[in-house]
Nanobody, 121 residues
Framework: QVQLVESGGGLVQAGGSLRLSCAAS????????MDWYRQTPGKQRELVAA???????NYADSVKGRFTISRDNAKNTVYLQMNSLKPEDTAVYYC???????????????WGQGTQVTVSS
């Protein structure tokens, strides 16, 4: 099976920084895109940043210039460096990986358990 384990969330003051990590492990053949989403109570989960296996990145307009997504393919790990944090960035952050399992050809989406990020004003 596959697990995505996130870490790095916490409480930070506005203007501060946090770095989230998400490590995928298990019977993985290859990983395509890896993404970060966030969700607040009563709202839909929204895409924050995405990165392809080749390193092409995409960001939500609300985080452009403040957040940076990166990945280490050798470690099956994706990172989200969050700078100049604002109270409106407060949410549960989830990582997502589109991957192929060993012995298979189909692509499946797996999710991490989520990590809370709270930005105080």
């Amino acid at each position: 099976q596959v697990q995505l384990v996130e870490s790095g969330g916490g409480l930070v003051q506005a203007g501060g920084s946090l770095r989230l990590s998400c490590a995928a492990s298990g019977s993985i053949r290859s990983i395509n895109a890896m993404d970060w989403y966030r969700q607040t109570p009563g709202k839909q989960r929204e895409l924050v940043a995405a990165i392809t296996s080749g390193g092409t990145t995409n960001y939500a307009d609300s985080v452009k210039g403040r957040f940076t997504i990166s990945r280490d393919n050798a470690k099956n790990t994706v990172y989200l460096q969050m700078n100049s944090l604002k109270p409106e960035d407060t949410a549960v952050y989830y990582c997502n990986a589109d991957l192929k399992l060993l012995g298979g050809r189909n692509v499946y989406a797996y999710w991490g358990q989520g990590t809370q990020v709270t930005v105080s004003s």
